[in-house]
């Protein structure tokens, strides 16, 4: 069974800065695109970044890009997002995600709480 575990997550003042990591496991890794999605108190999960399987290009939701940055390590089976400039808007719960077969896979989530 497919295995994603997020961590990095926490409370952080308003224009600070978080790094989230994703360690996968029980799929080939590096063929496979990767994306972080969150979701916030009462709304619905929404697409954050996502990068293809050899890390050659990336995607971002309007709401993040120039602040957030996602990368990977093929060779630590890894996926990464770099939160800069946090807003209290970017609190939410961050789930690390793959798409195999057309099914989704999904972590435990993280959580980041942008607060002073």
């Known amino acids: 069974q497919v295995q994603l575990v997020e961590s990095g997550g926490g409370l952080v003042q308003p224009g600070g800065s978080l790094r989230l990591s994703c360690a996968a496991s029980?799929?080939?890794?590096?063929?496979?695109?990767m994306s972080w999605y969150r979701q916030a108190p009462g709304k619905e999960r929404e697409l954050v970044a996502t990068?293809?399987?050899?890390?050659?290009?990336?995607d971002y939701a309007d709401s993040v890009k120039g602040r957030f940055t996602i990368t990977r390590d093929n060779a630590k089976n890894t996926v990464y997002l770099q939160m800069n400039s946090l807003k209290p808007e970017d609190t939410a719960v961050y789930y690390c995600?793959?798409?195999?077969?057309?099914?989704?896979?999904w972590g435990q989530g993280t959580q980041v709480t942008v607060s002073s």
């Open positions: 995600n793959v798409r195999i077969l057309f099914k989704h896979y």
């Open positions: 029980r799929f080939t890794f590096s063929s496979r695109a």
């Open positions: 990068i293809t399987a050899d890390g050659g290009s990336t």
